[in-house]
T-cell receptor, first 111, second 114 residues
Framework: LAKTTQPISMDSYEGQEVNITCSHNNIATNDYITWYQQFPSQGPRFIIQGYKTKVTNEVASLFIPADRKSSTLSLPRVSLSDTAVYYCLVGEGAAGNKLTFGGGTRVLVKP | IAGITQAPTSQILAAGRRMTLRCTQDMRHNAMYWYRQDLGLGLRLIHYSNTAGTTGKGEVPDGYSVSRANTDDFPLTLASAVPSQTSVYFC?????????????FGPGTRLTVL
Protein backbone atom coordinates (compact mmCIF):
# COMPACT_ATOMS: atom_id res chain seq x y z
CA LEU A 1 0.00 0.00 0.00
CA ALA A 2 1.23 3.45 -0.87
CA LYS A 3 1.31 5.44 2.37
CA THR A 4 0.64 9.16 2.20
CA THR A 5 1.90 11.97 4.43
CA GLN A 6 0.28 15.39 4.50
CA PRO A 7 0.26 18.31 6.95
CA ILE A 8 -2.17 18.01 9.83
CA SER A 9 -3.60 21.49 9.44
CA MET A 10 -3.32 24.76 7.53
CA ASP A 11 -4.84 28.18 8.06
CA SER A 12 -5.62 30.62 5.29
CA TYR A 13 -7.69 33.73 4.57
CA GLU A 14 -10.47 34.33 2.14
CA GLY A 15 -9.26 35.05 -1.37
CA GLN A 16 -5.88 33.41 -0.90
CA GLU A 17 -4.56 30.35 -2.71
CA VAL A 18 -4.11 27.24 -0.58
CA ASN A 19 -1.55 24.61 -1.53
CA ILE A 20 -1.49 21.25 0.24
CA THR A 21 1.39 18.90 -0.49
CA CYS A 22 1.11 15.16 -0.04
CA SER A 23 4.11 12.81 0.02
CA HIS A 24 3.77 9.29 -1.38
CA ASN A 25 7.28 7.97 -1.76
CA ASN A 26 6.36 4.37 -2.55
CA ILE A 27 3.74 5.09 -5.17
CA ALA A 28 3.38 2.25 -7.67
CA THR A 29 3.48 2.58 -11.43
CA ASN A 30 -0.25 2.09 -11.90
CA ASP A 31 -1.37 4.17 -8.90
CA TYR A 32 -3.48 7.27 -9.38
CA ILE A 33 -3.52 10.21 -6.96
CA THR A 34 -6.93 11.32 -5.76
CA TRP A 35 -7.98 14.13 -3.45
CA TYR A 36 -11.20 14.20 -1.44
CA GLN A 37 -12.83 16.95 0.60
CA GLN A 38 -14.83 16.27 3.75
CA PHE A 39 -17.08 18.69 5.61
CA PRO A 40 -18.17 17.96 9.19
CA SER A 41 -20.89 15.31 9.44
CA GLN A 42 -20.66 14.50 5.72
CA GLY A 43 -19.01 11.82 3.64
CA PRO A 44 -15.89 12.64 1.62
CA ARG A 45 -16.42 14.21 -1.78
CA PHE A 46 -14.17 13.77 -4.81
CA ILE A 47 -12.22 16.88 -5.79
CA ILE A 48 -9.64 15.90 -8.37
CA GLN A 49 -7.55 13.01 -9.63
CA GLY A 50 -4.37 12.72 -11.66
CA TYR A 51 -1.57 10.45 -12.74
CA LYS A 52 1.19 12.86 -13.77
CA THR A 53 1.93 16.49 -14.64
CA LYS A 54 -0.98 18.87 -14.05
CA VAL A 55 -4.71 18.43 -13.87
CA THR A 56 -7.19 21.28 -13.52
CA ASN A 57 -10.93 21.34 -13.04
CA GLU A 58 -13.45 23.93 -11.94
CA VAL A 59 -12.59 23.41 -8.28
CA ALA A 60 -8.85 22.84 -8.02
CA SER A 61 -5.56 22.04 -9.68
CA LEU A 62 -3.32 19.08 -9.01
CA PHE A 63 0.39 19.27 -9.64
CA ILE A 64 2.38 16.04 -9.87
CA PRO A 65 6.15 16.12 -10.47
CA ALA A 66 7.85 13.71 -12.82
CA ASP A 67 8.94 11.31 -10.07
CA ARG A 68 5.33 11.19 -8.73
CA LYS A 69 6.58 10.90 -5.15
CA SER A 70 4.50 13.88 -4.11
CA SER A 71 1.54 15.89 -5.29
CA THR A 72 0.16 19.33 -4.52
CA LEU A 73 -3.49 20.25 -4.38
CA SER A 74 -4.05 23.91 -5.17
CA LEU A 75 -7.28 25.66 -4.20
CA PRO A 76 -7.46 29.09 -5.85
CA ARG A 77 -9.05 32.02 -4.03
CA VAL A 78 -10.54 30.10 -1.13
CA SER A 79 -13.72 31.13 0.62
CA LEU A 80 -15.04 30.35 4.10
CA SER A 81 -16.96 27.40 2.64
CA ASP A 82 -13.69 25.72 1.68
CA THR A 83 -13.00 25.05 5.37
CA ALA A 84 -12.83 21.26 5.46
CA VAL A 85 -10.53 18.27 5.77
CA TYR A 86 -8.69 17.32 2.59
CA TYR A 87 -7.48 13.76 2.03
CA CYS A 88 -4.83 12.60 -0.38
CA LEU A 89 -5.20 9.01 -1.57
CA VAL A 90 -2.96 6.88 -3.70
CA GLY A 91 -4.22 3.63 -5.14
CA GLU A 92 -4.78 1.37 -8.06
CA GLY A 93 -7.91 1.97 -10.05
CA ALA A 94 -8.80 -1.65 -10.56
CA ALA A 95 -8.64 -2.79 -6.92
CA GLY A 96 -10.50 -0.48 -4.58
CA ASN A 97 -9.37 -2.26 -1.46
CA LYS A 98 -5.96 -0.71 -1.92
CA LEU A 99 -7.19 2.83 -1.29
CA THR A 100 -6.11 4.07 2.13
CA PHE A 101 -7.21 7.29 3.79
CA GLY A 102 -4.61 9.05 5.92
CA GLY A 103 -5.38 11.61 8.60
CA GLY A 104 -6.04 14.39 6.12
CA THR A 105 -5.26 18.10 6.30
CA ARG A 106 -7.64 20.37 8.18
CA VAL A 107 -7.89 23.65 6.29
CA LEU A 108 -9.36 26.60 8.14
CA VAL A 109 -10.27 29.62 6.04
CA LYS A 110 -10.57 32.81 8.03
CA PRO A 111 -12.42 35.97 7.06
CA ILE B 1 -31.60 11.86 -7.25
CA ALA B 2 -29.06 9.16 -8.00
CA GLY B 3 -26.59 8.36 -5.31
CA ILE B 4 -26.02 6.40 -2.13
CA THR B 5 -28.39 6.20 0.79
CA GLN B 6 -27.63 4.92 4.25
CA ALA B 7 -29.93 3.98 7.09
CA PRO B 8 -30.33 4.71 9.86
CA THR B 9 -28.92 8.23 10.10
CA SER B 10 -27.99 7.60 13.69
CA GLN B 11 -28.47 4.89 16.29
CA ILE B 12 -27.78 4.32 19.95
CA LEU B 13 -27.26 0.66 20.66
CA ALA B 14 -26.73 -1.38 23.80
CA ALA B 15 -23.58 -3.47 23.92
CA GLY B 16 -24.15 -7.05 22.87
CA ARG B 17 -26.98 -6.22 20.49
CA ARG B 18 -26.98 -7.09 16.82
CA MET B 19 -27.22 -4.24 14.33
CA THR B 20 -27.34 -3.98 10.55
CA LEU B 21 -26.44 -0.77 8.78
CA ARG B 22 -28.02 -0.45 5.38
CA CYS B 23 -26.49 0.96 2.23
CA THR B 24 -28.10 1.23 -1.18
CA GLN B 25 -26.82 2.77 -4.39
CA ASP B 26 -28.66 3.32 -7.64
CA MET B 27 -25.73 4.13 -9.88
CA ARG B 28 -25.11 0.49 -10.88
CA HIS B 29 -21.59 0.72 -9.52
CA ASN B 30 -19.89 -2.65 -9.27
CA ALA B 31 -17.77 -1.96 -6.18
CA MET B 32 -18.97 -0.97 -2.72
CA TYR B 33 -17.17 -0.21 0.52
CA TRP B 34 -17.73 0.29 4.22
CA TYR B 35 -15.53 2.66 6.23
CA ARG B 36 -15.55 3.76 9.83
CA GLN B 37 -14.39 7.18 10.94
CA ASP B 38 -13.58 7.76 14.58
CA LEU B 39 -13.72 11.26 16.00
CA GLY B 40 -11.02 13.47 14.52
CA LEU B 41 -9.46 10.70 12.46
CA GLY B 42 -9.42 9.57 8.86
CA LEU B 43 -11.50 6.77 7.35
CA ARG B 44 -10.56 3.13 7.77
CA LEU B 45 -11.79 0.44 5.42
CA ILE B 46 -13.84 -2.33 7.08
CA HIS B 47 -15.00 -4.49 4.18
CA TYR B 48 -15.36 -4.14 0.46
CA SER B 49 -17.05 -5.83 -2.46
CA ASN B 50 -15.70 -5.57 -5.98
CA THR B 51 -18.81 -7.11 -7.52
CA ALA B 52 -22.09 -8.71 -6.47
CA GLY B 53 -21.49 -12.06 -4.81
CA THR B 54 -17.97 -11.29 -3.61
CA THR B 55 -16.64 -9.56 -0.51
CA GLY B 56 -13.26 -8.90 1.02
CA LYS B 57 -11.71 -7.72 4.27
CA GLY B 58 -10.30 -4.28 4.69
CA GLU B 59 -8.07 -2.80 7.34
CA VAL B 60 -10.40 -3.29 10.35
CA PRO B 61 -12.82 -6.17 9.63
CA ASP B 62 -13.06 -7.78 13.08
CA GLY B 63 -16.54 -7.66 14.59
CA TYR B 64 -18.21 -6.85 11.27
CA SER B 65 -19.67 -8.87 8.43
CA VAL B 66 -21.07 -7.92 5.04
CA SER B 67 -22.99 -9.48 2.21
CA ARG B 68 -23.52 -8.49 -1.41
CA ALA B 69 -26.52 -10.34 -2.73
CA ASN B 70 -27.09 -7.85 -5.55
CA THR B 71 -25.46 -4.82 -7.15
CA ASP B 72 -27.38 -2.17 -5.23
CA ASP B 73 -27.26 -3.26 -1.59
CA PHE B 74 -24.32 -3.75 0.76
CA PRO B 75 -25.42 -4.17 4.39
CA LEU B 76 -22.93 -4.12 7.26
CA THR B 77 -23.73 -6.22 10.32
CA LEU B 78 -22.37 -5.96 13.82
CA ALA B 79 -23.17 -9.36 15.34
CA SER B 80 -22.58 -8.30 18.94
CA ALA B 81 -21.84 -4.60 19.29
CA VAL B 82 -19.10 -3.34 21.61
CA PRO B 83 -18.41 0.25 22.74
CA SER B 84 -15.25 0.43 20.61
CA GLN B 85 -17.50 0.22 17.55
CA THR B 86 -18.89 3.66 18.36
CA SER B 87 -18.08 5.58 15.20
CA VAL B 88 -19.46 7.16 12.06
CA TYR B 89 -19.89 4.62 9.29
CA PHE B 90 -19.67 5.60 5.65
CA CYS B 91 -20.69 3.49 2.70
CA UNK B 92 -19.18 4.19 -0.71
CA UNK B 93 -19.51 2.89 -4.23
CA UNK B 94 -17.37 2.98 -7.30
CA UNK B 95 -17.62 2.02 -10.93
CA UNK B 96 -14.36 0.56 -12.08
CA UNK B 97 -13.09 -1.26 -15.06
CA UNK B 98 -10.20 1.00 -15.86
CA UNK B 99 -7.74 3.01 -13.81
CA UNK B 100 -8.46 6.38 -12.31
CA UNK B 101 -12.07 5.99 -11.14
CA UNK B 102 -13.37 7.48 -7.89
CA UNK B 103 -15.55 6.60 -4.94
CA UNK B 104 -18.87 8.20 -4.10
CA PHE B 105 -19.80 8.34 -0.44
CA GLY B 106 -23.09 8.16 1.42
CA PRO B 107 -24.11 10.59 4.17
CA GLY B 108 -22.99 8.28 6.98
CA THR B 109 -24.52 6.53 9.98
CA ARG B 110 -23.57 7.75 13.44
CA LEU B 111 -23.51 4.73 15.77
CA THR B 112 -23.12 4.90 19.53
CA VAL B 113 -22.67 1.67 21.47
CA LEU B 114 -23.23 1.96 25.19
Amino acid sequence: LAKTTQPISMDSYEGQEVNITCSHNNIATNDYITWYQQFPSQGPRFIIQGYKTKVTNEVASLFIPADRKSSTLSLPRVSLSDTAVYYCLVGEGAAGNKLTFGGGTRVLVKP
Amino acid sequence: IAGITQAPTSQILAAGRRMTLRCTQDMRHNAMYWYRQDLGLGLRLIHYSNTAGTTGKGEVPDGYSVSRANTDDFPLTLASAVPSQTSVYFCASRLFGGAGDTQYFGPGTRLTVL
